[in-house]
């Protein structure tokens, strides 16, 4: 139901590991140099920052997730060189229901972590991962995972992770990202905080970060990195229950065709104390249920490789999916998109299966692409809600919705819980 352009979307959201690796090798180079004139000096007492009691996060690697657990060492791994110490860094990455051992160095000074874990075999393959970035007492942790297949690299994700506080878990949600682009985006929350994560399922559009504050059960997002273009804006809201988040994005950003504004919505939910994703389910909140529902079809819609400004029919290779563009009102300038479900559809990410039969029809505003109506009739398999039903009109001025919508036969009647996602 929102335009997506393949194309921008590689190009707003490719990481720079150039950036990255630069910056922490110059902060190294620094730190050599320090300690060389601190060697001569004589002068063998640690002044940098110790290490974290421990720190627990999310990775993101295109389209999979991951959560991980780091305890440093109390005391130096050997006596204080210069004015920096190096501690021993154990702990694991859990991927795939699966738990890799990891082993490295915290650096006091330049604050950098960097793991390595042991190599597992995973469905006939031999999988192995490697962790760097700094760590800040008031930002937590941030940094870049490497993952490598066969001994190959053959990805780079992002990490963020929080310390827990004393009596006070930091909680791992973990979730997806859809709309002007789509991936992996999952989040760490410990008391009033977040730190998050994001990466696109297609390997080459990179990675990110993100962070906010919670209030009651609402969520602010209030940084985004993004390591190709600058951003000139964001907007990132949501709710958080027991067990799931959910909510919308909205960027602009600056790429070489001048500004591009991208928005979309994400979901997620609460890692189980193993670490894995938890598995949604009809008692999950509403704003959770239909936000995976909206990715799923959008999707669908993808897979048609669509252009709602041309008339045509496109069709994915699987032929199950079809989309239809007329031109509804000349005179008016509206164009309608009509997404049929010729057979069942399976959203890889999230195992959600549309039906076939289901039928989705929006009328778009031209040349604006703004979106005035949507009517659908669907049902899902593998998904928390079975049924949907809507017939509604748009009215982007006033960010409003009226009409109706039905969910598994129970009309919506407070349209407010989801008109955000149609902006």
């Not at 050599?32 to 999310?58: A, C, E, I, K, R």
């Not at 109390?74 to 210069?82: E, N």
């Not at 988040?245 to 600056?254: A, E």
């Not at 290779?317 to 009509?338: F, L």
Request: aromatic share 8%; net charge negative.
């Amino acid at each position: 139901m929102k335009n997506w352009n393949r194309n921008l979307q590689k190009k707003a959201w490719q990481c720079s590991m150039v950036m990255i690796m630069g910056g922490i090798l110059f902060l190294a180079g620094c730190d050599l140099q320090s300690s060389s004139s601190d060697s001569t000096s004589g002068t063998n007492t640690d002044t940098g920052t110790p290490p974290p009691s421990q720190l627990v996060g999310t990775a993101a690697l295109a389209g999979e997730s991951a959560t991980y657990t780091l305890t440093p060492a109390s005391s130096p791994s050997s006596s204080v060189i210069g004015r920096k110490a190096l501690y021993t860094v154990s702990g694991n990455i859990r991927y795939r229901g699966t738990d890799f051992s990891v082993t490295g160095t915290y650096e006091s000074v330049t604050r950098v972590i960097s793991v390595t874990s042991a190599s597992v075999s995973l469905s006939g393959q031999t999988y192995s991962f490697k962790i760097m970035g700094t760590y800040s007492v008031t930002e937590g942790f941030n940094g870049t995972i490497e993952r490598y297949v066969n001994g190959v690299k053959d990805l780079v994700g992002s990490v963020t992770g929080k310390v827990p506080a004393q009596g006070s878990l930091a909680k791992n949600y973990l979730g997806t990202f859809s709309g002007g682009a789509g991936g992996t985006w999952n989040f760490t929350i410990q008391g009033s905080t977040f730190t998050g994560t994001y990466a696109n399922y297609d390997p080459e559009a990179g990675n990110g970060t993100f962070s906010g504050t919670i209030s009651g059960s609402t969520l602010t997002i209030t940084t985004v990195t993004n390591s190709v273009f600058p951003v000139v804006s964001f907007s990132g809201q949501g709710t958080i229950s027991a067990t799931s988040i959910s909510g919308t994005w909205r960027t602009t950003l600056t790429t070489e065709e001048g500004s591009a504004t991208y928005s979309g919505v994400w979901s997620g939910a609460a890692a189980t104390t193993q670490g894995d994703p938890h598995t949604p389910s009809s008692a999950d909140p509403l704003d959770y249920k239909f936000s995976l529902i909206l990715q799923a079809i959008d999707l669908a819609l993808v897979s048609t490789g669509y252009d709602p400004e041309t008339q045509d029919t496109y069709q994915n290779s699987a032929n199950s999916v079809q989309c239809v563009v007329t031109e509804n009102d000349p005179s008016a300038g509206k164009n309608k998109a009509v997404m049929t479900m010729l057979s069942d559809f399976t959203d890889p990410v999230r195992g959600i299966v549309l039906n076939a039969g289901g039928t989705i029809t929006s009328i778009y505003q031209m040349p604006a692409g703004d979106l005035l109506k949507v009517t659908a009739t669907i049902s899902f398999g593998n998904s928390p809600i079975a049924t949907l039903s809507m017939d509604v009109d748009v009215d982007k001025q006033a960010r409003s919705i009226s009409g109706t919508i039905t969910i598994d036969g129970t009309p919506v009647t407070d349209i407010s819980v989801l008109k955000n996602f149609f902006f």
